[in-house]
């Protein structure tokens, strides 16, 4: 069984930053992509950022230049560094996994969500 677990979110002004983690636990062989994702209240949830087990990053536009996503791949954990805060980053942010269980199994987890308000 696999898990994840966020923390570091809470509310903040706008202008400021939080830093969220997400650190994957439980029967894991290797973690290809990680990433998160949002959902504000009466709506979707929507990518924010992704990072390959290489590095490589895609962001929304929403978000280019203010967040940042990176990865410790020794500690299977993955961190969004969030600056320049707006009021319509409130939202409830999920991690997300791609994660082989074995050579040939892999599935997609999710964390259970952790709040991040911004205050205008």
């Known amino acids: 069984q696999v898990h994840l677990v966020e923390s570091g979110g809470g509310l903040v002004q706008a202008g400021g930053s939080l830093r969220l983690s997400c650190a994957a636990s439980?029967?894991?062989?290797?973690?290809?992509?990680m990433g998160w994702y949002r959902q504000a209240p009466g709506k979707q949830r929507e990518l924010v950022a992704t990072i390959t087990s290489g590095g490589s990053t895609n962001y929304a536009d929403s978000v280019k230049g203010r967040f940042t996503i990176s990865r410790d791949n020794a500690k299977n954990t993955v961190y969004l560094q969030m600056s320049s805060l707006k009021p319509e980053d409130t939202a409830v942010y999920y991690c997300?996994?791609?994660?082989?269980?074995?050579?040939?199994?892999?599935?997609?987890?999710w964390g259970q969500g952790t709040q991040v308000t911004v205050s205008s």
């Open positions: 997300n996994a791609n994660i082989r269980t074995t050579v040939i199994r892999r599935g997609d987890y």
């Open positions: 439980g029967s894991i062989f290797a973690i290809n992509a």
